[in-house]
C-alpha cells in the first residue's frame, strides 16, 4: 500500500520561505516522478512541477520559475517542496502526488499526499 | 488563470446523466497530450477517476466514463447517486506551460 505522508502545517511571514516534505512508503520511490500541486482556500488545482528521483530532474510550472525548488532523497523516500519570497497569495494547502504514468504526453497521479497547509498572513 | 476550461457547475437528480466538458486548445489537448480526470471530496485529496482518456483505475464504478476529441475531453457520469456530489478536475499537458489542470467543476446532486 502506497502512502505519501506529509509534513504539518505552517504560518509563514511574507518573504520568508517554507519547504515541505513528502515522504514515500509502499513503494518503490525511486521509480516514479512526484508532482506538487496546490489549492488556494476555495479555489482549484495548481500544479507547481515534478521531481523523477531516479534521475534528480526536476521540472517546474513557468509561473513559479525562479521561487520554487523540487528535490528529492533517494536514502530516505523523501521529496521536498520549497517555495521562497511568499506572499499572501500563496496561502494555500500544498499536496505531492506519485505519478504513475507519463507515457500519453501527460502524468497522471494515483496516490496522493494528505495535504499541508502553509498560510502566509498579510 | 488555467489553459483548460470547464463549467462551474453542473447538476442533476439522482440517476441522471450528466456530463463535464474540459476544453483546451492546440497546445494541450488538441496536441494528442492525454486527459486525466479527478474526483475531490470536501477537504480531502484528489482522487484519480479517469487516467488516459477513457481508463477507469481499479474500483472506480463504471458510472464513470471519460471521452477525448479534438481539443475538448468530457467525463461522464451516469446514475447520479448523492455520493458523486464533489468537485471534479481535468488535467492535461501544455507545450508551453507543462502541467495544467482545468477550472473545476461542481456537481451537484439534487
Known amino acids: 500500500q502506497v502512502q505519501l505522508v506529509q509534513s504539518g502545517a505552517e504560518v509563514k511571514k511574507p518573504g520568508s520561505s517554507v519547504k515541505v516534505s513528502c515522504r514515500a512508503s509502499g513503494g518503490t520511490f525511486s521509480s516514479y516522478a512526484i508532482s506538487w500541486v496546490r489549492q488556494a482556500p476555495g479555489q482549484g488545482l495548481e500544479w507547481m512541477g515534478r521531481i523523477i528521483p531516479m534521475l534528480g530532474i526536476a521540472e517546474d510550472a513557468q509561473k513559479f520559475q525562479g521561487r520554487v525548488t523540487i528535490t528529492a532523497d533517494k536514502s530516505t523516500s523523501t521529496a521536498y517542496m520549497e517555495l521562497s519570497n511568499l506572499r499572501f497569495e500563496d496561502t494555500a494547502v500544498y499536496y505531492c502526488a506519485r505519478d504513475q504514468d507519463c507515457s500519453g504526453g501527460s502524468c497522471y497521479s494515483d496516490y496522493w499526499g494528505q495535504g499541508t497547509l502553509v498560510t502566509v498572513p498579510s | 488563470q488555467s489553459v483548460l476550461t470547464q463549467p462551474p457547475s453542473v447538476s442533476g437528480a439522482p440517476g441522471q446523466r450528466v456530463t463535464i466538458s474540459c476544453t483546451g486548445s492546440?497546445?494541450?489537448?488538441?496536441?494528442?497530450?492525454?486527459v486525466h480526470w479527478y474526483q475531490q471530496l470536501p477537504g480531502t485529496a484528489p482522487k484519480l477517476l479517469i487516467y488516459g482518456n477513457t481508463n477507469r483505475p481499479s474500483g472506480v464504478p463504471d458510472r464513470f466514463s471519460g471521452s477525448k476529441s479534438g481539443t475538448s475531453a468530457s467525463l461522464a457520469i451516469t446514475g447520479l447517486q448523492a455520493e458523486d456530489e464533489a468537485d471534479y478536475y481535468c488535467?492535461?499537458?501544455?507545450?508551453?506551460?507543462?502541467?495544467?489542470f482545468g477550472t473545476g467543476t461542481k456537481v451537484t446532486v439534487l
Open positions: 488535467q492535461s499537458y501544455d507545450s508551453s506551460l507543462s502541467g495544467v
Open positions: 492546440s497546445s494541450n489537448i488538441g496536441a494528442g497530450y492525454d
